[in-house]
C-alpha cells in the first residue's frame, strides 16, 4: 500500500483547521513518519514562523496517523481518540517557517494496554529541530468510520 496517497483524514480525529499532518509516509509496529507542509493559513502561525505548540500537537497527530493506521487498514474499525498524557524532555533547536516541510518520526517505546509511549524527533531541512517523549492515552470508544 502507498501509505502517501491515503487521505490522512480518514486516519486523524482532528478536523482542518487543527490538522498538522499531511501524509503518513512510514508504518512498521514500532516507527511511524509523517510529513507536514507549513502554510500561511495555519492558525498557529505567527509571523511567519510556526509556533512551539504546533509542533507538539505535529508530534501527537503522527501518533494519531499511527493509531488511525492501526485501526483502519489492520483492524478493520474506526478512529480512536487518544490524548496527550504527558510530555518529557520537549526540546527546541528552531523553528520552521512558512513552507517548510515537518518530517516527523515517533519510535515506540513502550505500549501497556491503552497507553502508548513514544520518543519523537521532528525534522526540517535534514535537520533535527524538536524532540520529545510524549504518553498518548487511549479512551476506549471507537469512532464509527
Known sequence: MELEKIDIHELLPQQEP???VDTLTYFDEKKTSTKFTIRKDNI??????LNE???AENIAQTCAARLGYINKYILKRGIQIGFIGGIKNLAFSETPKVGDVLDTTIYVTEQVM????????VKCCDRIIATAEMKIAMANDVKLQ
Do not use: K, P
Not at 498557529?44 to 514562523?49: I, L, R, T
Not at 497507553?115 to 524527533?121: D, E, P, Q, S
Open 18 to 20: 487543527f490538522v498538522m
Open 44 to 49: 498557529f502561525v505567527e509571523d511567519g514562523v
Open 53 to 55: 505548540c504546533a509542533i
Open 114 to 121: 491503552e497507553i502508548t509511549l513514544v520518543n519523537a524527533t
